[in-house]
């Protein structure tokens, strides 16, 4: 099975005011992010979510307001033509002593475990450092999109002290689906919507 792990916030959909989404209206997806997924979905890959939503523990908002937040997510990647197969959420602050919190590893091994895929198979995709650390310390393939909290950086450019070692670096999750593309013969088969 062919799995790609990835964040949502900055990934898939812009950073809230707070950089992170607190109601479905603040749902508003990246440009190309949609196509990409549903791209990706049509040559085999699964695509599944994980995300630290530390708002959840603060009080900020409820499971109920994430879970709308993810049905307009869906919906619209429905109308795109894609699917997520699954959300992995942390609904813990940052405060709180947990395994699952990015960038330690647990979502990620989670979605290893309910999908049956090993790690060195994954492909994990995200806009931020403890994203790319908790694939990092999964021991998957690590792709860095410059998007979100990442926009200031650029492929070919050295990345900042501290990021893991091995990490491709792509303009946006549809350079990301590129990449594939060049790498996969299914995703070669399907040409990429324009930008």
């Known amino acids: 099975m062919k799995i790609v792990i990835l964040d949502r916030d900055g990934t898939i959909n812009a950073l809230g005011g707070e950089e992170f989404i607190a109601s479905p209206d603040e749902w508003q997806a990246l440009p190309g992010a949609l196509d990409a997924i549903a791209q990706l979905n049509r040559a085999g890959w699964h695509a599944v979510v994980a995300t630290n939503q530390?708002?959840?523990g603060r009080g900020l908002f409820d499971v109920a307001t994430l879970n709308a937040i993810h049905a307009t997510m869906h919906r619209q990647l429905a109308a795109a033509g894609g699917r997520i197969d699954a959300v992995f959420?942390?609904?813990?602050a940052p405060a709180e002593d947990c395994t699952c919190r990015k960038p330690a590893p647990g979502l990620l091994e989670q979605i290893c475990e309910r999908y049956g895929v090993d790690a060195e198979d994954v492909q994990v995709v995200g806009n931020?450092?403890?994203h790319l650390q908790a694939g990092a310390a999964l021991g998957a393939r690590?792709?860095?999109?410059?998007t979100g909290a990442s926009a200031h950086l650029?492929?070919?450019l050295p990345l900042p002290a501290g990021w893991p070692e091995g990490v491709r670096v792509h303009a946006d999750l549809q350079a990301f689906a590129e990449h594939l593309r060049h790498k996969d013969p299914a995703v070669a088969a399907e040409p990429l919507p324009p930008a």
Do not use: E, K, S
């Not at 959420?89 to 813990?92: I, M, Q, R």
């Not at 690590?142 to 410059?146: I, P, R, T």
């Open 54 to 56: 530390p708002g959840l």
């Open 89 to 92: 959420y942390c609904p813990h």
């Open 142 to 146: 690590l792709h860095l999109v410059c």
């Open 154 to 156: 650029a492929p070919g």
């Open 128 to 130: 931020c450092l403890v």
